[in-house]
């Protein structure tokens, strides 16, 4: 008797919180973070129209940019463009707000020197050790970032800071 009694108090816990967001779903959106960083890595700024909405936010801790997608890609490619690169996104939680998602994932980003336009700093390498906080919504069938801040990991770059160009002021 007591084993029920324990099952029926604990009923409302099962119906208080919302629907879990399904499997398709999540493999979808680890899928966009996974797509993402490929992109960065071989330099395809071109497609990131596939990754974040056309009016996204970021903030990379150096000023927003808040101008939409063809300044967040300037951006990256002014920073990022021509260096060799791998991002690792690990560590991924997902949360569902139904018509929206809220996901944190870590990021260890390692840039090697020379780059792929230079042969300064042969031999060097930095790495970032942070985390992507991106806010969801859909567009079309797909997920796509329409907020995005990413939060370092003190001291954030570690390593040879020089082969990650000076960004210009963000709007």
Request: charged share 15%.
């Amino acid at each position: 008797m007591r084993p029920f009694l324990v099952c029926l108090a604990l009923m409302p816990l099962l119906f208080s919180f919302s629907c879990a967001l399904h499997a398709t779903e999540e493999l979808k959106v680890r899928t966009t973070l996974s797509r993402f960083a490929l992109f960065i890595d071989n330099d395809d700024f071109d497609h990131l129209d596939q990754i974040f909405t056309q009016d996204v936010y970021a903030d990379y801790g150096e000023g927003a940019i808040s101008d939409g997608l063809p300044a967040f890609a300037a951006f990256l490619k002014f920073g990022l463009g021509g260096l060799v690169s791998q991002h690792a996104i690990s560590s991924t939680v997902i949360e569902d707000h139904g018509d929206s998602l809220n996901s944190t994932a870590y990021v260890t980003a390692a840039f090697l020197g020379p780059g792929k336009n230079t042969t300064k700093s042969v031999g060097t390498s930095v790495t970032l050790y942070g985390k992507y906080i991106d806010s969801w919504t859909r567009v079309g069938g797909d997920w796509r970032i329409y907020n995005r801040t990413v939060g370092f990991f003190a001291p954030g770059f570690v390593g040879n800071p020089t082969l990650i160009p000076p960004r210009p002021a963000v709007s």
